[in-house]
């Protein structure tokens, strides 16, 4: 594009040197068409992907082993071993009575602060 | 179009073509080379089809920078070459003896373009070097104009600074 501003001239004439140095340096038409590809070395790459891929399995093998081993623990949660900060408005007056079971001929056992039972004092 | 015509196409671009491919492998001349090659069998074999929305040349031109991209990934060396793109995008100047080993106008120029974004450089090579519009320029690298002509701007204000710099324009 030939600009409309003088100011570009002097890019113009620049990139007008670098034209004419680059046509007499372009290879021909049908050498590029017909030019065997180079053959890409890889070394770096090869290793690099080598490298990767072991590191891959390393941390595979490890975190594997480290999700069995949990999975093995011996760790079990006993319902009643569990009381949460709250559970003793769940508690009742006379609760430890409730938990014995009355039997007949054995009130006394049932009801020990009666007159009468055994070790009452009246 | 048989392969005959489409080979006839092909030749008269080539020179241009080559440039370009070269701009798109950032001065490398082998790669270039390989990436022309490859962009010529993609037209010949058909996976790339020319359908005249735009001329041949900036469509062809399109194709030899997808494909020089498409290398690009798919090259392990880039890897290696990451230190000089770092120091690229570093902004790192080019030293003095490597004008000197430059030797000409044209390398300076090269070193020069190596300095700017890889947009910047391409819209400066398509405008100034191959003679397309901002438009045609847009087109082959696929931005909006709007977006190609503040590349163009803003790339043409670097590139004067950098060739002033180096003794080139005022």
């Known amino acids: 594009?030939?600009?409309?501003?003088?100011?570009?001239?002097?890019?113009?004439?620049?990139?007008?040197a670098a034209r004419a140095r680059d046509t007499a340096w372009t290879p021909g038409f049908h050498r590029v068409l017909t030019r065997q590809p180079p053959t890409r070395r890889r070394p770096w790459g090869v290793g690099l992907g080598a490298?990767?891929?072991?590191?891959?399995?390393?941390?595979?093998?490890?975190v594997r082993t480290r999700t069995h081993r949990q999975a093995e623990a011996p760790f079990t949660i006993t319902v009643g071993s569990l009381r949460m900060p709250t559970d003793f408005l769940l508690d009742i007056a006379g609760a430890e009575t409730l938990r014995t079971v009355p039997a007949i001929g054995r009130s006394d056992d049932w009801f020990p602060n009666l007159p009468g039972a055994k070790g009452h004092p009246l | 179009m048989d392969r005959g015509n489409l080979e006839e196409?092909?030749?008269?671009?080539?020179?241009?073509?080559?440039?370009?491919?070269?701009?798109?492998?950032?001065?490398?001349?082998?790669?270039?080379?390989?990436?022309l090659q490859?962009?010529?069998?993609?037209?010949?074999?058909?996976?790339?089809?020319?359908?005249g929305r735009s001329s041949f040349r900036t469509w062809l031109f399109g194709v030899i920078r997808r494909t020089a991209l498409e290398q690009?990934?798919?090259?392990?060396?880039?890897?290696?070459?990451l230190g000089a793109w770092w120091r690229e995008q570093d902004g790192?100047?080019?030293?003095?003896?490597?004008?000197?080993?430059?030797?000409?106008?044209?390398?300076?120029?090269?070193?020069a373009l190596r300095q700017l974004s890889r947009r910047q450089a391409e819209v400066m090579h398509l405008v100034f070097y191959q003679d397309l519009t901002i438009q045609e320029a847009a087109d082959v690298v696929g931005l909006p104009v709007g977006?190609?002509?503040t590349h163009y701007e803003r790339g043409k204000a670097r590139l004067r600074t950098i060739l002033a710099g180096m003794g080139i324009t005022r």
């Open chain 2, 72 to 81: 690009g990934r798919r090259s392990w060396t880039q890897a290696l070459k």
């Open chain 1, 51 to 62: 490298l990767l891929t072991a590191a891959a399995l390393v941390a595979v093998v490890v």
């Open chain 2, 147 to 149: 977006t190609a002509r």
């Open chain 2, 38 to 51: 490859q962009s010529y069998l993609k037209v010949l074999d058909g996976r790339a089809r020319f359908e």
């Open chain 1, 1 to 16: 594009m030939m600009t409309d501003d003088n100011e570009d001239q002097d890019l113009e004439a620049t990139f007008r």
């Open chain 2, 9 to 35: 196409l092909l030749e008269q671009v080539h020179t241009p073509g080559f440039a370009w491919a070269v701009r798109c492998c950032r001065g490398d001349r082998t790669d270039a080379e390989d990436v």
């Open chain 2, 92 to 111: 790192d100047q080019a030293s003095p003896a490597d004008h000197v080993a430059a030797g000409d106008l044209a390398g300076r120029l090269e070193a």
